[in-house]
Nanobody
Framework: QVQLVESGGGLVQAGGSLRLSCAAS????????MGWFRQAPGEEREFVST????????YYADSVKGRFTISRDNAKNTVYLQMTSLKAEDTAKYYC?????????????????WGQGTQVIVSS
């Protein structure tokens, strides 16, 4: 059974930083792409960032490019999202997602596994 468990969310002031972590279990982590998505109240879940199976390819939403960095440690079965220069509009629940393929993807339908999410609140 695949499990994805996010941690690291919280309340931070605008301009601050947080690092989200997602620990995976239940399948060979290093074979699959991983992604981060977020969902604000009343909004659709949106793509934030993705990383390929070996970390060689990463993509970011335009809204976070230059501020967020995705990385993975295959030895620890963990993917990270380093978030800096946080803005009020980054407030959302952040979800870790396990890809169906090794390649990085921005498409929500290319992820078959989802965590429960971790809340990020940025106060302005």
């Amino acid at each position: 059974q695949v499990q994805l468990v996010e941690s690291g969310g919280g309340l931070v002031q605008a301009g601050g930083s947080l690092r989200l972590s997602c620990a995976a279990s239940g399948r060979t982590f290093s074979n699959w792409a991983m992604g981060w998505f977020r969902q604000a109240p009343g909004e659709e879940r949106e793509f934030v960032s993705t990383i390929s199976w070996n970390g060689g390819t990463t993509y970011y939403a335009d809204s976070v490019k230059g501020r967020f960095t995705i990385s993975r440690d295959n030895a620890k079965n963990t993917v990270y999202l380093q978030m800096t220069s946080l803005k009020a509009e980054d407030t959302a629940k952040y979800y870790c997602a396990g890809g169906r393929w090794p390649r990085a993807s921005t498409r929500r339908d290319e992820y078959g596994y989802w965590g429960q999410g971790t809340q990020v609140i940025v106060s302005s």
